[in-house]
């Protein structure tokens, strides 16, 4: 998968800006701080997961004074080139896809899938589990239309749940088709973002020891909360049979998926209790490289890699080998303040200057 071309519209720094993009290259986003290379691989990343990884508010996102902004992009995938536009105003968003509305986010989400380093990703591991639940589900909805379905289904079946915990006598036989329904949408969330993990770790065995140097290993643990070697409907079903009184007391559903979590446990011990700062950067992108290939196998094409700061953070040695796992035809955006120092050996690299826009005039980004 490729993106071609990207045209910005009144979105953050960019009023008015059209990059072009080569297949399969490694493309180099130079320039000074706050000149506005963040700002292109949010855009990248936004119309992949129709999310910003730096807001909540997308206000923010909008060109400071403007109502509206839009991201126009050509991407390529399967030799089929296919233009997609985002259009924001007023708080709601406008899809299109081969310029025609698509009324469904689970359509557009992952026409282009990207993968994203960024270094706020720092806080994946100490941060609150939501965190990693929102990796999961970010990158499982690009992949599989049963499992957005079922996860859209469980967060619906939990808020109704909930509606019917808060009632002072709640119909129990309301309750009780609410549970069942929740058990057997939760079964299919909870086997595919076991077999997510499994498939990770496979990956993280080949990708982690080529940073570490192979002496340390990494594996990723999916905590829910039942067993997964065993029957998972028998075991829901007979856990919320127990927890019905305290849920009533609570008034909330204590035990879902919407408690998972991953646990990173480096050398057998959890990263948050012994990784340092390199190894944690070092397992972030082992594990983005892992996904990478995931998304290759399940799909047949790479994502777009997007390597935010990547280089500023790594010692050369590391950054080499970074450079050297990219594989061959997958594209790729590295942002940098200072002109990269690395071997890329055969590989197609244009580097793009990147330069503030200054009072409203278009400052041409160059490419060489
Ligand atoms: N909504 C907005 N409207 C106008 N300008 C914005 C908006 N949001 C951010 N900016 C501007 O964009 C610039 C920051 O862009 P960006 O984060 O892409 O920088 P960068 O080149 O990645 O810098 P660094 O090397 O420091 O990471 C700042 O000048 C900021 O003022
Ligand atoms: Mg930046």
Do not use: W
């Not at 983005?288 to 799909?299: F, G, H, P, R, Y």
């Amino acid at each position: 998968m490729n993106l071609l071309e990207l045209h910005l519209h009144q979105f953050r720094s960019y009023h008015e800006s059209v990059f072009r993009f080569e297949p399969g290259a490694i493309h180099i986003l130079e320039g000074a701080n706050a000149q506005g290379k963040t700002n292109i691989i949010e855009a990248i990343a936004y119309i992949s997961n129709l999310r910003s990884f730096r807001t909540r508010n997308l206000r923010d996102l909008t060109e400071h004074g403007q109502p509206s902004f839009s991201i126009d992009a050509v991407c390529e995938h399967g030799g089929i080139r296919e233009p997609l536009r985002i259009y924001h105003e007023a708080g709601k968003k406008k899809l299109f896809r081969f310029g025609n509305p698509v009324a469904s986010f689970s359509r557009f989400v992952g026409t282009l899938n990207a993968v994203l380093f960024s270094p706020d990703d720092m806080m994946f591991f100490s941060g609150a589990p939501v965190l990693r639940r929102r990796f999961m589900d970010t990158e499982l909805v690009k992949l599989s239309q049963s499992y957005t379905s079922a996860l859209r289904a469980s967060q619906k079946l939990l808020k109704n749940r909930n509606a019917l915990l808060k009632k002072k006598q709640p119909e129990p036989f309301l309750l009780e088709t609410v549970t069942e329904q929740l058990v057997d949408t939760q079964r299919t969330v909870i086997r595919q973002r076991q077999g997510f993990v499994n498939r990770l770790n496979e990956r993280l065995r080949e990708f982690y020891p080529v940073f570490s140097g192979g002496t340390e290993h990494l594996e990723i643990q999916y905590r829910t909360f039942v067993d997964t070697e065993r029957n998972l409907e028998t075991q829901m079903k007979d856990l919320y049979r127990k927890t019905r009184e305290r849920d009533l007391r609570f008034s909330v559903t204590g035990d879902g998926i919407h408690k998972d979590d991953l646990v990173f446990l480096l050398n057998g011990y959890p990263m948050t209790a012994v990784g340092s700062q390199g190894q944690k950067r070092s397992a972030l992108l082992a594990l983005k490289l892992s996904l990478c290939s995931i998304i290759q196998e399940k799909t047949g094409q790479y994502p777009v890699f997007l390597l935010d700061d990547v280089f500023s953070e790594l010692d050369p040695v590391r950054r080499q080998k970074l450079i050297d796992l990219i594989p061959q035809n997958m594209q790729v955006f590295i942002t940098a303040a200072e002109p990269v120092q690395a071997d890329f050996g055969n590989r197609m690299v244009c580097v793009h200057h990147i330069k503030k826009e200054i009072n409203g005039k278009d400052k041409q980004n160059e490419s060489q």
